[in-house]
């Protein structure tokens, strides 16, 4: 049995990874903006929003009182379109998918490193490779993520605490707002592949294949349009 904490999991991806963590004996605590409906002696849960002054401070508290968990799981995101005549949401995406999610590791790497294990997974996206028009703050802010969390995971695997970061195409969850979805994956089998990503240990975690292919062509078309333009 390990102690996780699953930020960003009162639904989606976050909610169905908690779920089979909880079937398989794991000690949960859960943070997110909203009350969870999960009930389990197994499971804690806080409300908090990773865009308020009191999270960092919510995060040393349970430190301090529940001790460092074993594992971490960040599911926290944030996608919103760009309006070009208002643009009032584009920092806060990058706070909620970037600055946030780098908090939670200024946080707690530190501390796991001390101990000398630990294991930390990041929900990024496979739109960090693309170019994005229509949303370029969310495949900006995780193309940061990605690079960061990656370059951090080199930097600690030597101190016994591994570093995911997990990159999803489409997923069936209210993040998933675009028109047009292809290789949408459940939820459920998302779940099984961050516990599947947590086996692994892996730096990189990517899926679906096909999806990746489509992302892939997708960046080298907007390589040839800025190029070009």
């Known amino acids: 049995m390990q102690r996780y904490w699953v930020l960003g999991n009162s639904d989606g991806i976050g909610l169905a990874a908690t779920e089979k963590l909880l079937q398989q ?113 969310y495949a900006s802010s995780k193309a940061g993520l990605s690079r960061y969390v990656e370059s951090l995971a080199l930097r600690v695997r030597k101190h016994n605490v591994f570093v995911t970061n997990m990159r999803f195409g489409f997923v069936d969850t209210k993040l998933a707002s675009a028109p047009v979805k292809p290789f949408e994956m459940t939820r459920e089998k998302a779940a099984r592949h961050v516990l599947k990503a947590l086996h692994k240990k892996s730096l990189r975690y990517s899926t679906p294949l096909p999806m990746l292919c489509l992302v892939r062509m997708m960046h080298w078309w907007g390589r040839i349009k800025t190029f070009w333009r």
């Open 25 to 137: 004996g794991h000690q949960i605590i859960g943070l997110s903006r909203s009350v969870s409906t999960l009930q389990h002696e197994n499971y804690q849960h806080f409300c908090v929003d990773v865009l308020q002054d009191d999270y960092i401070d919510t995060l040393k508290k349970l430190i301090v009182e529940q001790g460092l968990p074993d594992v971490a799981i960040y599911c926290v995101g944030m996608w919103a379109p760009c309006r070009i005549k208002e643009m009032k949401r584009e920092s806060q995406v990058f706070q909620v998918n970037l600055v946030a999610a780098i908090e939670l590791l200024e946080t707690i790497v530190p501390e796991m490193v001390k101990r000398h294990a630990g294991q930390i997974l990041v929900l990024s996206s496979v739109a960090d490779e693309i170019y994005s028009p229509d949303n370029p703050a």
